[in-house]
């Protein structure tokens, strides 16, 4: 067995075209060494499928056959196509260009531009969703937040499907796609999107790729150019190319055959966006002479998570699961996999938050571990609850590290720092790359010891260490290194967005995990109607959300959890049912025992939620509340309110002093809905003010007394509020109802609610 050990983040680069092939198994071999003809790589999760592919580009530069500025690796995320290019220049291949489809599309596009149809390129557009509202509104169509994300989804589906405006209730019927909207609507939005377009000379990111087909297609001349700069053709997640993006890739093509392809038809989890498994299905018989390679040794999971993550497979059905791979775990054997029923999505919560605060004891990295659930607005119950446990986190797809200020400013001082050089009195002292970078760092916040609690503060300073941990692995790497090589590759990663380690739990979609691995990893809210998900009907659907759940499985490396709710409030019905997914995979469960609405085989949660047991009823009209913003005013949204608009204000303005005092966002105190549910309530005591839902055991004990004196109309100075909490200035992340563990987030004011 062989464990699965980080690769060191500045490798040695090889000395010769041999020395790349070394450490690779028999398979990665294989790949690295087919150069000529196309090639299929069919890599199963966790199989080094982006070591190989990289490892045979530069074995090809490396040994003379492959000229590297003609080679183009294409992929779909800048993500990736920067560790792309990472590996590559660490394997001594730097020149190779590596690119997301729309990112070579349109370096082309830019180019060929003023050639191919004259004057400037039209404006890109960042953002559609603003154009496609005032499209709705000409059409004189109401679309809420929601409608308009999913009809803007929409128009760039029938994009990449080269579907025009006119043909697009069609397309949908013909494809029993689920249109957000009536198909006729949206087909007249999308017509005057386009319009709107071409009236203020602006294109969107699908154009890119459009467009730059069209020209390829129309300029043989320009077509010509492009095959002569690029020969030599690798595609990364090669299930995941949409029919536009195949398109662009024959054209660039030609009537040649140098291109490797790499894929795994069980992780296309993208359908919604266009991306289709077919053409890497179809890849051999496009091309029968050509080379397949399969890639089943599993470098990442355990047996027991391999085991679990084949099984998952073996129920599954359609062309693509004839296609699937069996994965061999390669690692020593790890913990079984942990399954777990809870009453409600809050106590779900609490367990999952709790289980990960043993993980923080016995040693886990807070950076290796993930809470991954099916939509985006399941996160905020777990935001709450790893908040109260003290536990840092970070949302996946929030901020960008190089664009949090803090980094910004490290920047600038470690730029200035390296054109000073040893005119810089920071650095008198410093003997090495890493105690000059904690020297200029410690000049913008950094300690060597992290401040006590969580919020801004904290979330500041974690950004920092994150560089000086970075600095202190590249100082190993490179002994020689100055401080000007530091600012350079701090420089490529900006560029490529490969942000360094931050600790914090990572709270994600299982969308946005795909291409990511954690060592532990907590897989919520698995319940049928949410995986697989209501609006999933036909068997392509669900066997989507099969795969979907197979991406999560296989994001673990040793601990796996998995866990369902089954009622989403407390005191609710409880008539959720586990996911079927899962059934004959848990132990004592099988497909029959599931469809007698039998639980076998699992952990019933020991933590219940610490808030209200029975149902939650709204106490102007009675009616049982779901949402969570509603159970924490106890209210409906729209029945009337007796808020005390004055002793609302007055506990905005002390929470001020608490979040100014603690170093913390004012949210970590109470959010808005918390103080508007105290305004209304006005409790007399101890315990009417615990009953409101965001008040728990330690924020009464903290804040209690400030709060039930505003509340009886005293008054509190500063000085007051700050002498409450005597000794406890730093705070902690256990006292907090708000997201105060969200690394990166250093906004100061309340959250949105």
């Given at each position: ?16 075209p041999d020395a790349v092939l070394e450490g690779l198994d028999p398979e990665q071999r294989e ?449 020689r290194a100055e401080l000007a090589d530091f600012v350079a590759e701090l420089d490529e990663r ?260």
């Amino acid at each position: 067995m062989t464990a699965a050990t980080p690769p060191s983040p500045f490798p040695n680069v090889p000395e010769s075209p041999d020395a790349v092939l070394e450490g690779l198994d028999p398979e990665q071999r294989e790949v690295a060494t087919a150069l000529h003809g196309p090639v299929c790589v069919l890599a199963g999760a966790g199989t080094g499928k982006t070591r190989a592919i990289t490892h045979r580009i530069a074995y090809g530069v490396r040994a003379g056959i492959l000229p590297p500025a003609s080679v183009l690796a294409v992929t779909f995320t800048n993500r990736a196509a920067g560790e792309m290019r990472g590996r590559l220049r660490q394997l001594g291949a730097g020149g190779v260009q590596a690119r997301t489809f729309h990112s070579a599309a349109l370096r082309q596009l830019q180019y060929f531009w003023p050639k191919a149809v004259g004057g400037e390129l039209p404006r890109l557009l960042e953002r559609k969703v603003q154009l496609v509202a005032e499209a709705a509104a000409r059409c004189r169509i109401r679309l809420d937040r929601n409608e308009l994300r999913d009809v803007t989804g929409e128009i760039e589906w029938a994009k990449v499907t080269q579907t025009v405006p006119e043909d697009y209730p069609a397309v949908v019927a013909k494809s029993s796609r689920e249109a957000p909207r009536d198909p006729a609507e949206i087909s007249r939005i999308y017509g005057l999107y386009e319009q709107l377009k071409r009236e203020r000379s602006t294109i969107d990111f699908e154009d890119v790729l459009l467009l730059t087909v069209g020209i390829l297609q129309e300029r043989p001349d320009v077509a010509d150019t492009v095959r002569r700069q690029y020969q030599h053709f690798v595609v990364d997640e090669y299930q995941d190319v949409s029919p536009l993006q195949q398109r662009l890739l024959e054209l660039w093509l030609g009537d040649r055959d140098s291109i490797c392809v790499v894929g795994d038809a069980s992780q296309t989890i993208y359908s919604f966006t266009g991306a289709t498994p077919d053409h890497l299905l179809n890849f051999r018989l496009r091309h029968p002479d050509a080379t397949v390679v399969k890639l089943v040794r599993d470098y990442r999971s355990t047996p027991q998570v391999v085991h679990l993550a084949n099984g998952l497979l073996a129920q599954a059905k359609g062309r693509t699961a004839e296609h699937r791979l069996e994965l061999v775990s390669q690692r020593d054997p790890g913990p079984e996999p942990v399954y777990t029923e809870y009453a409600d999505e809050p106590a779900e919560a609490e367990g999952v938050a709790r289980r990960i605060r043993e993980l923080l004891d016995a040693g886990v990295s807070a950076s290796e571990i993930a809470v991954l659930y099916r939509v985006n607005a399941q996160s905020e119950v777990y935001e709450q609850a790893l908040a109260d446990a003290g536990v840092p986190y970070q949302l996946r797809g929030a901020e960008r590290f190089f664009e949090r200020p803090e980094v910004r400013e490290a920047g600038l001082a470690l730029r200035g720092a390296a054109r000073a050089g040893g005119n810089d009195t920071l650095l008198a002292d410093a003997v090495d790359l890493p105690s000059q970078v904690r020297a200029v760092l410690g000049g913008t916040g950094w300690t060597p010891q992290p401040p006590a609690g969580s919020g801004a503060v904290r979330d500041r300073w974690e950004s920092l260490a994150a560089l000086v941990r970075l600095a202190e692995d590249f100082g190993r790497a490179r002994p020689r290194a100055e401080l000007a090589d530091f600012v350079a590759e701090l420089d490529e990663r900006a560029n490529a967005q490969h942000a360094p380690t931050v600790e914090g739990v990572t709270l994600a979609s299982l969308h946005a995990a795909k291409g990511l691995e954690w060592d532990a990893v907590f897989l919520v809210g698995l319940a049928d109607g949410t995986l697989p998900i209501t609006y999933a009907r036909t068997d392509e659907q669900i066997e989507e959300e099969r795969r979907l759940l197979y991406v999560g499985v296989t994001r673990a490396r040793r601990h796996l959890s998995l866990s369902w709710a089954l009622s989403r409030s407390p005191g609710g019905r409880g008539g959720r049912r586990p996911s079927r997914f899962l059934a004959g995979l848990r132990p004592g469960s099988s497909t029959e025992r599931e469809r007698a609405g039998g639980a076998g085989g699992v952990e019933r949660g020991t933590g219940r939620s610490r808030r209200r047991r029975g149902p939650v009823r709204c106490r102007v009209c009675g009616r049982t509340l779901t949402d969570a913003g509603e159970i924490k005013l106890m209210r409906c949204e729209g029945c009337p309110s007796d808020l005390d608009e004055q002793l609302y204000e007055r506990l905005r303005e002390w929470r001020s002093v608490q979040a100014r005092r603690l170093g913390q966002p004012a949210y970590c105190v109470f959010t808005d809905k918390t103080l508007m549910a105290i305004a209304e309530a006005l409790p007399g005591d101890e315990a009417e003010l615990s009953r409101i839902p965001g008040v728990g055991r330690r924020k009464l004990d903290r804040f209690g007394a400030d709060v039930l004196a505003l509340c009886a109309g005293e008054e509190i100075g500063e000085e007051v509020g700050e002498g409450s909490d005597e000794g406890n200035a730093g705070g902690s992340g256990a006292d907090t109802d708000g997201a105060p563990g969200r690394v990166g987030n250093s906004a100061g004011g309340s959250a949105p609610e």
